[in-house]
């Protein structure tokens, strides 16, 4: 038998290898298109209504966990013990983003939980998710002392991912020149 | 006085002119956000439009191209605003850039390559038939006068 005869086979053999690495991509984890760039102006109201507005000003001047967030969210619950954790042991500030969430919802929810937020944006019609590509709840970004976006992790928050992603990313920030 | 008459003018009728511009009716801007809907993906379920989309994302992401287009925008505005957010990915039809070349031109390169492949295997093919049908002219004077007289010694038989 010649070489062609097994050509047939040799397609065949190659369709599965590529279908089988597709079957291993995740297609709803988006990339992010705001890695190294500045967080989106925004202004949105403060879950707490008497409180101030939550603007992009707000995530500047340090490093900054803003994680998305809902009261409707299976993943949150799963996640929010860590995010309670991971403030008591490092303190980082930790903004969160209620999103399209009810109020009353949101604080019975931060009531039973806890609440490890430092400020919460209430953003009811994903006006601030949308501008930020967010795709779905949970989602976290890093986001460094100048307002640059440098990570963002779609799923739960978990002791892996801080330590292996984030810690590395912050401990290897260097302010720019000219930054006091 | 001339310049100023005509300045007060210019100005008292801009806001008028842009009034004009930007009052949309409701027609128009419903049909318009279900244009844009249509040519936006929803990213949650990937393979709808945010028009076709029950997803409360994509029920958000109407209402804000609903509110850009109310604010004036065009529809490439508002197409390019969804596209800093998600990427190439929201466009329902991927822009022809370098990256995206294999996607858009694969097809055209397989048909070419199909094409290509079958005209030269009719060829060969063609070749090889013609090849086994001698003609007169194959033979040289020696094979012809032996063929001339194989076939005089059948017809005489």
Same mark, same amino acid.
């Given at each position: 038998m010649s070489w062609k005869s097994y050509l047939p086979f040799a397609l065949f053999v190659g369709l599965i290898a590529v279908f089988g690495i597709?079957?291993?991509?995740?297609?709803?984890?988006?990339?992010?298109?705001?890695?190294? !760039?500045?967080?989106?102006?925004?202004? /949105?109201?403060?879950?707490?209504? $008497?409180?101030?507005?939550?603007?992009? @000003?707000? *995530?500047?001047?340090?490093?900054?966990?803003?994680?998305?967030?809902?009261?409707?969210?299976?993943?949150?619950?799963?996640?929010?013990?860590?995010?309670?954790?991971?403030? !008591?042991?490092?303190?980082?500030?930790? /903004?969160?983003?209620?999103?399209? $969430?009810?109020?009353?919802?949101?604080? @019975?929810? *931060?009531?039973?939980?806890?609440?490890?937020?430092?400020?919460?944006?209430?953003?009811?019609?994903?006006?601030?998710?949308?501008?930020?590509?967010v795709t779905g709840a949970p989602e976290t970004f890093l986001i460094d002392p100048e307002g640059i976006i440098r990570y963002k992790h779609v799923g739960e928050m978990n002791p892996e991912i801080w330590n292996e992603v984030f810690v590395p990313l912050i401990e290897n920030y260097t302010p720019p020149a000219g930054a006091a | 006085m001339l310049r100023a008459l005509f300045l007060?003018?210019?100005?008292?009728?801009?806001?008028?002119?842009?009034?004009?511009?930007?009052?949309?009716?409701?027609?128009?801007?419903?049909?318009?956000?279900?244009?844009?809907?249509?040519?936006?993906?929803?990213?949650v379920c990937q393979n709808q439009s945010i028009a076709d989309s029950n997803a409360t994302l994509a029920e958000d992401m109407r209402r804000l191209v609903e509110v850009r287009v109310r604010a004036g925008d065009t529809d490439d505005e508002v197409r390019a605003y969804m596209q800093t957010n998600y990427g190439d990915f929201v466009l329902m039809s991927p822009p022809v850039k370098p990256t995206t070349y294999l996607l858009w031109f694969s097809p055209l390169l397989i048909v070419g390559g199909g094409l290509i492949w079958y005209v030269m295997s009719a060829r060969k093919r063609a070749a090889e038939a013609t090849g086994t049908e001698l003609g007169d002219e194959d033979l040289s004077a020696e094979e012809q006068a032996r063929l001339q007289k194989l076939m005089d010694e059948n017809a005489s038989s």
């Open positions: 597709g079957l291993t991509l995740k297609p709803q984890e988006l990339p992010s298109e705001f890695i190294n !760039e500045p967080v989106p102006q925004f202004e /949105i109201a403060n879950l707490f209504e $008497d409180e101030p507005n939550v603007t992009s @000003e707000t *995530l500047t001047g340090e490093f900054t966990l803003l994680n998305v967030f809902g009261s409707w969210c299976r993943t949150c619950i799963i996640e929010h013990p860590y995010l309670v954790q991971l403030k !008591e042991e490092t303190g980082i500030r930790i /903004i969160g983003l209620d999103w399209r $969430d009810t109020r009353p919802a949101a604080l @019975e929810w *931060l009531d039973r939980l806890g609440n490890p937020y430092d400020i919460i944006g209430f953003d009811e019609h994903s006006e601030v998710a949308i501008g930020l590509g | 007060s003018f210019a100005l008292l009728s801009a806001p008028a002119a842009f009034a004009q511009s930007a009052e949309l009716d409701d027609a128009t801007v419903e049909q318009r956000t279900e244009d844009i809907s249509r040519t936006l993906r929803c990213v």
